[in-house]
């Protein structure tokens, strides 16, 4: 429960800060601890040196970061806003659509609105929105966010830790479209899942999912020791693994086999035009986020993907009434009110710290061992 103790915050301080000195100043190198039960992860070398990360900067080391959202849900914006500002970076907002609006010319070839939610419809035409913009203004990389998200009031720490993870698993992509604006996150790669719900690994794929043998890429990266991730039993969405398998305060970066839920993901320019073709010109028949798994899972169009579990930008769910959550799974409307807001598996969580942090107080852990 919410209730942090100076001595925790302080010793998370600490670890955060000799790491960023050890590995953005030049005095030492990234190195990620790998554990046993991962015959596919690898180790960052000892003696890689590093230029000065951008994670630190405005933008969170992309060139924009883009927040998808309805003009009308302004508890969110003003939310979001707050939540930006205390943690350093700026947001860019793009409107959200409503379905219905959306002319039955300009649906995506395989729609069919009897079986399809407007609200999915909508959802879609948003996210594509974004990526045409990206592809529009020219723009290098750009982070895409829902506009219900919580991270952790660390985030550019953990980003960080990510981006050194994200540079070793791209050494074995394709680099014949290498990004040209120098990125952290290394300049090979055309998306970052770096929010998302459900993780399933390349090799555990159900049956319907799977992918020929010779595509699979089951490579994965332990970052341990992380203070930020949740202590057992704090941690949902590991759809096909067991976190026993794996050291308390695990994060694995990892090329994504299937996920489910696309709360935050990063695309490079390349990586905005593969999508903008496969999710806006191919045609769609089931939600946004199955597609975009496609998209990586099915390597479609050459696409290079890398994501991270628990990941680094979750839905929250406020305090309220619950029928305000979210604005695609509407359902029927819900008069249920929650006294509590939550998020899960971020454990300094920016959105229930944010009392503390407007009066430059230590932030408060969700959970505590």
Partial sequence: MIGGRPSVSLVLAVVFFVFVIITFLGSGSVRSQFSPVSSSARRISSTEKHAQSDVFNATLGFEKVFVIGLPERSDKRDALSL???VTGFTLSWIDGVVGKTIPDKALP?????EKMQDNNLGSWRGHVNAMRRIVEEDI?????????MDWDVHVKQQLAQFAGAARTLQKDFHQNQTIESPSPYGQDWDML??????TNFDEDLPEHLQIPVEQRDSRKILIQNDPTVPPPGHILGNGSFSWDDYPPRTRIVYVPGDNVCSFAYALSAAGAQKALQYMGLEGQHKPFDN??????RLRISGMRCVSVVPSLFVHHRP????????????GTENEEIREVGFTENILYSTRLNLKNLVRGLEP???WTV
Avoid: T, Y
């Avoid at 070839?109 to 609105?113: T, V």
């Avoid at 899942?193 to 459900?198: A, R, T």
């Avoid at 305090?319 to 509407?330: H, L």
């Fill in 83 to 85: 939540m930006s500002a």
């Fill in 109 to 113: 070839f395989g729609w069919d609105r």
């Fill in 140 to 148: 290098s990389s750009a982070l895409i966010l829902e506009d219900d």
């Fill in 193 to 198: 899942w770096l929010g998302s719900c459900v």
């Fill in 291 to 296: 597609h975009l798994s496609d998209l990586c």
């Fill in 319 to 330: 305090k309220g009434k619950i029928s305000g959550d979210s604005d695609i799974n509407k």
């Fill in 364 to 366: 408060e852990e969700q």
